[in-house]
């Protein structure tokens, strides 16, 4: 598995800079973030339709696997063979001459339930009825992963967070994204991409992957922390372990936990907390 695709994610812009030598003018690399509107074309049986499924704020580069990483994990597509074609739509910006509508045209087979769709809205930690519901979503919706599976060293694990900082380009540059990168059994990373949102991070990791047999042989590392969304996403596209620099939600607990998914957090060289299904991580 190649490194993924790294297009420029940021731009310089002229501040004013104060510290305790005093004032000056210099140039700042700014993360960019542009909306991506994702379109989607597919049949309903009699004839073609096409629709807006989703708008997202994300940082531009690696949008066909943005889109794909998106609709494998709402359940929308299956398999590569789904997909006829992918292509931006519509003219360039003004400002920036970047391509921020996307059409996905999906084969004739493919049968879309646009509620599917309708995400779930998390509005407050007491929303336990949305997060129970999805919990019952995911686990008929989720592929099953056998119990063998991907393992990793304990000792592998925590050179990871140093690999990882060495190959976020775009954060070094900026400090304002995120990453989301497969790894092997030997603790190497396969494959990273960076973004302005998290999710859309692991959106482009599993849709870079998906036509080349996807990432159930990988382990997921995240930047930062581990979301039930984040955890949702990996689930869908049959991740095993899933390694965050950050913490854990309880309910992303709850889920890996729900899913089979071996989950570490607040992962540093010195070490790591375990919170489920230890059998991954071995001890040499």
């Known amino acids: 598995m190649a490194a993924g695709p790294r297009a420029a994610g940021s731009l310089q812009r002229q501040v004013t800079r104060l510290s305790a030598a005093g004032t000056e003018r210099a140039g700042d690399a700014v993360s960019i973030e542009e909306p991506l509107e994702i379109r989607l074309s597919f049949s309903d049986g009699q004839v073609r339709r096409e629709q807006s499924v989703a708008v997202t704020m994300r940082t531009p580069g690696a949008d066909e696997a ?103 380009c775009e954060f070094t540059r900026t400090g304002g994204l995120h990453a989301a990168a497969s790894f092997d059994a030997q603790g190497r990373i396969r494959r990273l991409h960076e973004d302005i949102g998290r999710h859309n991070a692991l959106d482009k990791l599993v849709g870079s992957c998906f036509r080349e047999g996807g990432l159930s042989g990988f382990g997921v590392l995240l930047s930062g922390r581990a979301s039930f969304e984040l955890i949702q996403k990996a689930a869908m596209a049959g991740v095993g372990l899933v ?27 010195s070490g790591f907390n375990l919170y489920c299904h230890e059998q991954r991580v071995l001890e040499a």
């Not at 739509?89 to 996905?104: A, F, I, Q, T």
């Not at 509620?115 to 592929?143: D, M, N, Q, W």
């Not at 890996?256 to 992962?267: P, S, Y």
């Open 66 to 168: 943005l889109a794909t990483g998106f609709l494998a994990g709402e359940a929308i597509i299956g398999n590569p063979a789904d997909i006829r074609r992918v292509e931006h739509s519509g003219p360039p910006s003004l400002d920036k001459g970047l391509r921020n509508v996307l059409r996905v045209e999906l084969e004739d087979w493919v049968r879309v339930d646009l509620e599917k769709l309708k995400r779930h809205f998390y509005t407050s930690s007491s929303c336990g009825v949305c997060g129970k519901a999805s919990l019952a979503a995911i686990a008929h919706e989720a592929p099953p992963r056998e119990r063998s599976g991907f393992s990793v060293s304990a000792s592998k694990l925590r050179q990871l967070p140093a690999a990882l900082r060495e190959r976020q």
């Open 243 to 269: 390694a965050a620099i950050g913490a854990p939600s309880s309910l992303a607990i709850e889920l890996a936990e729900q899913e089979g998914i071996t989950l570490v957090g607040f992962l540093k060289s």
